[in-house]
């Protein structure tokens, strides 16, 4: 069977099992969404096996499962309207396959340059904003204390980031430039997601501040990585995220 039909296959199945899902009654929906991850991080390791090597089990085959437990626990807050359902069921299964080819694009270009690798990587960096505004959104839903959304907000985007990171420098063994950023990036997003649980923000505008903020330190790290952050992008991104954070405060319920 060729590559991209076994990605075309895992993401029907993961598709129709993301449907599947939402037949389960409520008390059983934890377990399904451990057995919706696993299930991702199987099909994915299947799909991509032929080029898998050392790190990249922990890296390029867990996308999937990533994206996939994010979207899917986001789908249960959404209204029960039909058209919102399927275009997200759309949207999941087209997400899924691209994240197969991209991993498919990191597994080979390991080993040799290739042209869509930069393809690849800003599609990766698009479905690491995505699944964190979606798995802040949840996350934030559930009414936690403000110290367990720090600790669910650093374990999310520390998963996240460390991916995202190892595909700009493509090692075989992890660097400590990664580490290092991955933890920073993590830490950082932990502690902003504290301080925000004390202010009265509603979930869309809170989920799509500390989306901003990933996107300011993904971008920046990227910037790093490759050597080219400058003085003039530190500025842009800084201005990106004090431009958002302007926005959230003025529209906090105040009153």
Known sequence: MRRRQKFFLASLVLTLSFLAIQLVPLQWRPLALSIFALLSYLL???????????????????????????????????????????????????????????????SIAKNRSIQLLKAAQAALFFFCLIAALLAYNTLFSLGLYFFFNGLGVLFIS???????????????????????????TGTTLGLLAMIISFYPGQLWPVSLLLMSAMYVLLGMGQSALEEKLFTNTVREYAAVFFGVCLVFFLILPWK
């Open 158 to 184: 520390s998963l996240l980031s460390f991916s995202f990171y190892w595909s700009i420098s493509l090692e075989k063994h992890l660097s400590p430039e990664v580490r290092a950023l991955t933890l920073r």
């Open 44 to 106: 994915a390791a299947w799909s991509l096996f032929e080029n898998l090597e050392g790190i990249e089990w922990v890296t390029v085959v867990p996308l999937p499962a990533l994206y996939g437990l994010s979207v899917t626990s986001f789908y249960f807050l959404l209204p029960s309207s039909w058209v919102a359902r399927i275009v997200i069921l759309g949207l999941f299964g087209l997400g899924m396959y691209a994240l197969f080819l991209a991993g498919n694009i990191f």
